[in-house]
Protein backbone atom coordinates (compact mmCIF):
# COMPACT_ATOMS: atom_id res chain seq x y z
CA UNK A 1 0.00 0.00 0.00
CA UNK A 2 1.26 3.17 -0.80
CA UNK A 3 -0.22 6.50 1.45
CA UNK A 4 -0.45 9.90 -0.48
CA UNK A 5 -1.40 13.03 1.78
CA UNK A 6 -1.13 16.66 0.19
CA UNK A 7 -0.34 19.79 2.51
CA UNK A 8 0.13 23.43 1.18
CA UNK A 9 -3.54 24.54 -0.27
CA UNK A 10 -4.77 27.96 0.77
CA UNK A 11 -6.45 31.02 -0.53
CA UNK A 12 -3.73 33.31 -2.82
CA UNK A 13 -4.47 36.22 -5.08
CA UNK A 14 -4.66 35.96 -8.52
CA UNK A 15 -1.01 36.14 -9.94
CA UNK A 16 0.45 34.43 -7.07
CA UNK A 17 2.43 31.52 -6.41
CA UNK A 18 1.66 28.28 -3.86
CA UNK A 19 3.55 24.93 -3.60
CA UNK A 20 1.77 21.79 -2.78
CA UNK A 21 3.36 18.80 -1.21
CA UNK A 22 2.58 15.43 -1.54
CA UNK A 23 4.36 13.18 1.57
CA UNK A 24 4.27 9.63 -0.02
CA UNK A 25 4.60 6.24 2.17
CA UNK A 26 3.97 2.96 2.28
CA UNK A 27 6.10 0.98 -0.79
CA UNK A 28 8.96 1.62 -2.75
CA UNK A 29 8.00 4.44 -5.14
CA UNK A 30 11.16 4.33 -7.32
CA UNK A 31 9.68 3.20 -10.58
CA UNK A 32 5.85 4.89 -9.94
CA UNK A 33 4.18 7.50 -11.67
CA UNK A 34 3.04 10.60 -10.10
CA UNK A 35 0.76 12.78 -11.10
CA UNK A 36 -1.26 15.84 -9.81
CA UNK A 37 -5.11 16.25 -10.94
CA UNK A 38 -7.45 19.06 -9.77
CA UNK A 39 -11.32 18.79 -9.84
CA UNK A 40 -13.47 22.22 -8.94
CA UNK A 41 -17.13 22.42 -8.25
CA UNK A 42 -19.24 21.01 -10.54
CA UNK A 43 -16.86 20.05 -12.74
CA UNK A 44 -14.88 16.98 -13.41
CA UNK A 45 -11.50 15.91 -12.00
CA UNK A 46 -9.11 17.23 -14.68
CA UNK A 47 -5.06 16.07 -15.37
CA UNK A 48 -2.78 18.53 -14.48
CA UNK A 49 0.74 16.96 -14.65
CA UNK A 50 3.02 13.94 -13.87
CA UNK A 51 6.04 12.71 -13.64
CA UNK A 52 8.04 9.42 -13.97
CA UNK A 53 9.78 9.21 -9.93
CA UNK A 54 13.02 7.42 -11.40
CA UNK A 55 14.17 9.23 -13.88
CA UNK A 56 12.14 12.68 -13.27
CA UNK A 57 10.99 13.14 -16.70
CA UNK A 58 7.66 15.15 -17.02
CA UNK A 59 4.41 15.85 -18.75
CA UNK A 60 1.73 18.94 -18.35
CA UNK A 61 -1.69 19.99 -19.01
CA UNK A 62 -2.10 22.66 -22.08
CA UNK A 63 -3.56 24.76 -19.26
CA UNK A 64 -0.64 24.78 -16.94
CA UNK A 65 1.98 24.69 -19.14
CA UNK A 66 4.82 27.18 -17.78
CA UNK A 67 3.33 27.93 -14.93
CA UNK A 68 3.22 25.14 -12.85
CA UNK A 69 5.88 22.97 -12.37
CA UNK A 70 6.17 19.37 -10.92
CA UNK A 71 9.24 17.94 -9.12
CA UNK A 72 10.10 15.21 -6.34
CA UNK A 73 12.57 15.24 -4.09
CA UNK A 74 14.10 11.53 -3.41
CA UNK A 75 15.14 11.60 -0.06
CA UNK A 76 12.15 13.13 1.88
CA UNK A 77 9.98 10.80 -0.64
CA UNK A 78 7.66 13.79 -1.37
CA UNK A 79 6.08 15.52 -4.72
CA UNK A 80 5.86 19.15 -5.33
CA UNK A 81 3.79 21.14 -7.54
CA UNK A 82 5.16 24.99 -7.73
CA UNK A 83 2.17 26.76 -9.23
CA UNK A 84 3.11 30.44 -10.35
CA UNK A 85 0.87 33.09 -11.97
CA UNK A 86 -2.14 31.40 -10.48
CA UNK A 87 -5.76 32.27 -12.10
CA UNK A 88 -9.15 31.82 -10.36
CA UNK A 89 -9.67 29.27 -13.17
CA UNK A 90 -6.86 27.13 -11.09
CA UNK A 91 -8.82 27.43 -7.80
CA UNK A 92 -9.90 24.08 -7.32
CA UNK A 93 -9.37 20.79 -5.04
CA UNK A 94 -5.89 19.32 -5.99
CA UNK A 95 -4.72 15.53 -5.50
CA UNK A 96 -2.15 14.26 -6.19
CA UNK A 97 -2.04 10.25 -7.06
CA UNK A 98 0.61 7.26 -7.93
CA UNK A 99 0.95 4.79 -10.59
CA UNK A 100 2.15 1.41 -9.80
CA UNK A 101 2.10 0.57 -14.08
CA UNK A 102 4.30 1.47 -16.78
CA UNK A 103 3.55 3.05 -20.01
CA UNK A 104 6.22 4.12 -22.00
CA UNK A 105 4.38 7.42 -22.13
CA UNK A 106 3.50 9.73 -19.58
CA UNK A 107 0.38 10.65 -21.88
CA UNK A 108 -0.75 7.01 -21.75
CA UNK A 109 -1.67 7.64 -18.00
CA UNK A 110 -5.27 9.12 -17.54
CA UNK A 111 -7.06 9.00 -13.97
CA UNK A 112 -8.22 5.26 -14.28
CA UNK A 113 -4.19 4.18 -14.25
CA UNK A 114 -3.57 5.92 -11.24
CA UNK A 115 -4.06 3.42 -8.32
CA UNK A 116 -3.61 5.37 -5.00
CA UNK A 117 -4.83 8.91 -4.13
CA UNK A 118 -4.25 11.47 -1.59
CA UNK A 119 -7.02 12.81 0.71
CA UNK A 120 -7.13 16.78 -1.54
CA UNK A 121 -6.06 20.24 -0.52
CA UNK A 122 -7.92 23.02 -1.51
CA UNK A 123 -6.86 26.10 -3.26
CA UNK A 124 -8.57 29.23 -3.76
CA UNK A 125 -7.59 31.56 -6.17
CA UNK A 126 -9.22 35.27 -5.63
CA UNK A 127 -9.47 37.55 -8.82
Known amino acids: QVQLVESGGGLVQAGGSLRLSCAVSGRTIGRYTMGWFRQAPGKEREFVAA????????YYADSVKGRFTISRDNAKNTLYLQMNSLKPEDAAVYYCAASIRVYSSLRDYTEREYDYWGQGTQVTVSS
Open 51 to 58: IRWSIGNT
